[in-house]
DNA sequence: TCCAAAGCAAGAGCACTGCTCTCATTTCGG
DNA sequence: CCGAAATGAGAGCAGTGCTCTTGCTTTGGA
């Protein structure tokens, strides 16, 4: 993470040998971390063994993550990342496609909706231990440094630009605030979409908290023995969750 | 866990010195877990600390847990069962204050719905590392065994009970299912409760995942810099978990 | 061009972990 | 009362994260 360089600034585009291979080891070493991740989950995530498959010895890999918890924090960016990646371009697959389809069947916000939901549930029962590193509980102690912030916003931002166009189509509805939230809900509109009103930035964040409540539960198991045909049952209840920040169409 | 009692079925109410202590030492020893548990995490329970804590050599712990993931399956069932206790004993508070109060205060099942969420979501923060036992990651590789299952199944039980009171009194209203989920839901309702409509138990089923979200986030600080006042938020967001059900009083 | 400085790999080592095995002691039941 | 079962203690194995020292190689500036 401490990119100390101590090449200045201006360096050249090839930025010498060492620098490459610096890049490359650090990224074979993610790579096996990831792929021993994926195996075992975080917990059983093992420096020595990375470097062992690596063919290197362990304190070699300090050079390039001081602990274990900055390998672990790199991962999660990645897949903040990719998470963040899968959903932007399921929505704009669908976006594309639906253009180009039939009047009836367009891209409506409420279905870019229900698609991004869509692409977040496929995205974690594809890589379930990195959902676990991300949306599960927390390293303990440990609280992610500021530098995941950006990669972590961005299927949130995917969803307020979501229903910025419906809103600018005139296209949400939702039932007036009680007292008790008012406060609130403004101060969360204002920080995170002031053009937007603070019903539905509420409705936003709980949603949102609530996409993920759905999508843990069934990447967790915890739908074992309860839900069967899953993709059905989320199908429905993203609908459900669109209908909830005022998407009607 | 393995009670593998050698004394006949039939053993006197004293049932030995030994069977005694045996069960002395083995709440110490979850005593002391619990106390690690709470105040490092799961990840950072260490059996050979619990042992020296409690002035015992670490081996003679196996006796009594066979293997970190018995101890901490012991702990996971305790911890839906304190979970689920606390949700009881709010909504039964809950109800002999309300069945006292005005009229127009009463215990409505749409307020239970919000007390029992709102006693969940308390518990949790109460208890963060043992809420994220039980509904964060689970340990990887690890598959919760049967055991857990009716500890785990209180909460569920108790909102099933406060939708079939609403049933009862016709205080329940949702719109007709889209074909997509028809059958799943007959499924879930009748595997859960057949006496209530398919959809009002499907959207019991998404609501229960959806609780589940909107309080793991706050546990575990994804609300960090979004959600100031989470009390408000909370209730507000159960409150809109209710109306999902169904339940309009 | 040369050389000091920085980067790097390797190995040894520390303190810790879960878990197993053996051996002595205590306790209980037939 | 005595054998069997339960329990505790200790040593030991394999593994972990992490640190420190020791040399070697690359690099960038004088």
Redesign the pocket.
């Given at each position: 993470m401490t990119t100390?360089r101590?090449?200045?600034p201006g360096a050249r585009a090839t930025q010498?040998?060492?620098a490459r291979a610096?890049q490359e080891?650090t990224a074979a070493i993610k790579d096996e971390a990831r792929r021993q991740l994926a195996a075992d989950g975080a917990a059983k995530?093992?420096?020595?063994?990375v470097a062992r498959e690596l063919g290197?010895?362990?304190?070699?890999l300090?050079?390039y993550f001081?602990?274990?918890?900055d390998l672990l924090t790199a991962l999660i960016i990645d897949a903040y990342d990719s998470l963040g990646a899968a959903a932007e371009e399921a929505d704009a697959a669908f976006r594309a496609i639906g253009e180009a389809g039939e009047a009836g069947e367009g891209p409506t916000p409420a279905r870019r909706w229900v698609t991004v939901c869509q692409a977040v549930r496929a995205w974690a029962l594809e890589h379930p231990h990195e959902y676990a590193l991300i949306y599960g509980s927390p390293v303990p102690g440990y609280t992610a440094p500021a530098t995941t912030v950006p990669a972590a916003s961005r299927v949130g931002l995917l969803l307020i630009a979501i229903l910025r166009e419906a809103y600018e189509g005139k296209g949400v509805a939702l039932p007036p605030l009680t007292p008790g939230v008012r406060a609130e809900a403004d101060r969360i509109a204002a920080d995170l979409a002031p053009d937007l009103p603070p019903e539905v930035m509420t409705a936003l964040v709980a949603a949102w908290a609530q996409l993920y409540g759905l999508v843990g539960f069934e990447v967790f198991g915890q739908f074992n023995k309860v839900v069967e045909d899953r993709a059905a049952f989320f199908t429905h209840a993203a609908t459900g969750l669109a209908h909830g920040v005022g998407l009607v169409k």
């Amino acid at each position: 993470m401490t990119t100390s360089r101590s090449t200045p600034p201006g360096a050249r585009a090839t930025q010498g040998a060492r620098a490459r291979a610096r890049q490359e080891v650090t990224a074979a070493i993610k790579d096996e971390a990831r792929r021993q991740l994926a195996a075992d989950g975080a917990a059983k995530l093992s420096l020595r063994a990375v470097a062992r498959e690596l063919g290197m010895v362990s304190s070699a890999l300090y050079r390039y993550f001081p602990s274990r918890d900055d390998l672990l924090t790199a991962l999660i960016i990645d897949a903040y990342d990719s998470l963040g990646a899968a959903a932007e371009e399921a929505d704009a697959a669908f976006r594309a496609i639906g253009e180009a389809g039939e009047a009836g069947e367009g891209p409506t916000p409420a279905r870019r909706w229900v698609t991004v939901c869509q692409a977040v549930r496929a995205w974690a029962l594809e890589h379930p231990h990195e959902y676990a590193l991300i949306y599960g509980s927390p390293v303990p102690g440990y609280t992610a440094p500021a530098t995941t912030v950006p990669a972590a916003s961005r299927v949130g931002l995917l969803l307020i630009a979501i229903l910025r166009e419906a809103y600018e189509g005139k296209g949400v509805a939702l039932p007036p605030l009680t007292p008790g939230v008012r406060a609130e809900a403004d101060r969360i509109a204002a920080d995170l979409a002031p053009d937007l009103p603070p019903e539905v930035m509420t409705a936003l964040v709980a949603a949102w908290a609530q996409l993920y409540g759905l999508v843990g539960f069934e990447v967790f198991g915890q739908f074992n023995k309860v839900v069967e045909d899953r993709a059905a049952f989320f199908t429905h209840a993203a609908t459900g969750l669109a209908h909830g920040v005022g998407l009607v169409k």
